[in-house]
């Protein structure tokens, strides 16, 4: 089992270049990237989502790369964009009459202006391989600590189905004793209404206990309830997918939990059936960040 959240480095040094690589992912119900890459990098984006998406199902996934160049680098001024801007610039001072002057550093914050060199393929090509490497051992950090994280993340899940586990129990005892209380409680009711009519029938008082201990039977729903947490314990052993078939459970085990409340007027029943679904709910917040 993995958990959704994490974080992966990854780094690759060149002859005249460094890579760092940084991804963190969150959960989301679909996969959804984005890549952050220096421009020198920009045509690469595609390749770079691709090669994440080999590797990621879904989640939230922030990508940034970082280029260091070790050497010398030539640039490549864009002598017409930057002669248009200045003359466009001039002819919105000469309209306007506002007041100021033109200094290189704004016309190197000016896109496209100045930018690395192009024309040499064979970096090119040493760019990309390197960048492949770096996202590589990004998502093999990744996935390691996903998976840390997962195991943590199904510790808590187990620790949360004890819980359910324990007061389900409670429920049962207290469903074992309802119906002999309930007899009891209503053999000294109608005894109290019939005093004058002589001996309570005891095939009536049978029929009415067994009539209220069909109606608030609970045994099905507890049998029901500990399948359920079988299977839940199944699957975080198993690899692969297990959110969705966690979320479906706890849908389930809620639904089990509800009838309880709803068939027993037991206070210590009602009280367990409550402590369940509490226990259900903080499962439900975990589940989200399974994979």
Not at 17 to 39: G, K, M, Y
Not at 66 to 77: A, G, I, N, P
Not at 218 to 244: V, W
């Amino acid at each position: 089992m993995k958990s959704m959240t994490g974080f992966g480095k990854g780094g690759f040094e060149g002859e005249d270049f460094s890579l760092q690589v940084e991804i963190r992912t969150v959960n989301n119900r679909f996969l959804d990237i984005h890549a952050r890459l220096p421009q020198e990098l920009n045509g690469l984006e595609a390749k770079t989502k691709k090669q994440i998406q080999s590797a990621l199902k879904r989640g939230r996934v922030d990508v940034t790369v970082t280029l260091t160049q070790t050497l010398e680098v030539r640039y490549d001024v864009n002598l017409p964009l930057i002669r248009g801007y200045v003359s466009a610039l001039r002819q919105a001072q000469e309209a306007t009459s506002v007041e100021g002057t033109l200094d290189l550093s704004l016309i190197a914050r000016l896109p496209g202006a100045i930018q690395p060199a192009t024309g040499n393929p064979e970096r090119d090509e040493r760019l990309a391989a390197g960048l492949t490497v770096a996202l590589a051992k990004a998502l093999e950090n990744l996935e390691a600590m996903r998976e840390t994280e997962g195991r943590e993340l199904a510790g808590e899940l187990e620790r949360r189905l004890d819980g359910i586990v324990t007061h389900t129990v409670a429920v049962a005892a207290g469903a074992a004793q309802v119906t002999d209380a309930y007899r009891q409680k209503l053999a000294r009711r109608m005894t109290e209404l019939l005093r004058d009519l002589g001996e309570v029938d005891p095939l009536r008082l049978a029929q009415e206990a067994a009539y209220y201990a069909d109606r608030s039977d609970i045994t099905e729903e507890i049998a029901r309830m500990n399948s359920h947490i079988g299977q839940f314990r199944q699957i975080l052993t198993q690899a692969g997918e297990a959110g969705k078939q966690m979320d479906f459970l706890t849908q389930e085990m809620n639904r089990e939990a509800n009838t309880m409340l709803s068939k027993s007027g037991d206070l210590a029943i009602s009280q367990a059936a409550l402590a369940i679904k509490l226990e259900i709910e903080k499962i439900k917040e975990q589940v989200q960040n399974v994979e």
